[in-house]
């Protein structure tokens, strides 16, 4: 299916909320148009260029979101609180005449929504992850995960390590539990040292 793009300088993962600030007439358009159709778009990590003016280059895999809130705020633009639902494959991408990218989107099929559990190796992650869910920057998700949950688990961490995006966009497009668990702990263990 084609879904508008909405590029960032930020990647999410599935249960992300982010708020934005929508000022440039091709996004303020995506929005309204979301919500009079009642759908969601595609959040995708710039690879090259920035977030305003000029098409960036992106990454081919990104997250459909969806808006869940939404606000005028005093400085007179558009406030919309989005959260990431599951991740998408990208192709075919295009432009539309205001600047709008646009690309068909496949749901990305992976053992790590099966929920599978977290091989004893890995425990020490959990963890972690409450350890990182006590900083004052988490504390909107601490109520939030589910720590029954290894792909809630998996996410969580990708989005609040202190890692680079494009770390992050390579945990993103893991493709299997075993690679993400994998990556996290070498991430961690890097941290440590």
């Known amino acids: 299916m084609k879904y508008a793009l909405f590029p960032l300088n930020t990647v999410l993962f599935p249960g992300s909320i982010l708020p934005l600030q929508i000022f440039e007439q091709r996004y303020l358009s995506l929005i309204k148009e979301c919500m009079k159709q009642q759908t969601g778009f595609v959040s995708v990590l710039i690879s090259e260029g920035k977030e305003v003016g000029v098409t ?91 720590f029954d949950s290894t792909a809630d688990i998996c996410y969580r961490l990708s989005e609040l390590l202190p890692i680079s995006n494009k770390q992050k966009q390579l945990l993103l497009e893991t493709e299997t539990t075993e690679q993400m668990l994998d990556q996290l702990a070498l991430h961690i263990n890097a941290l440590q040292t």
């Open 56 to 146: 960036p280059q992106i990454y081919c895999t990104g997250c459909y979101v969806e808006v869940i809130d939404w606000e005028s705020l005093d400085n007179g633009l558009l406030g919309i609180t989005i959260q990431a639902r599951h991740r998408v494959k990208l192709a075919n991408s295009s432009v539309r005449d205001d600047g709008l990218l646009f690309a068909d989107a496949t749901l990305v099929e992976s053992n790590l929504e099966n929920n599978p559990p977290i091989p004893p190796a890995f425990n020490p992650l959990p963890e972690t992850l409450k350890q990182l869910l006590n900083h004052p920057f988490a504390q909107h998700y601490k109520e939030k995960v589910d």
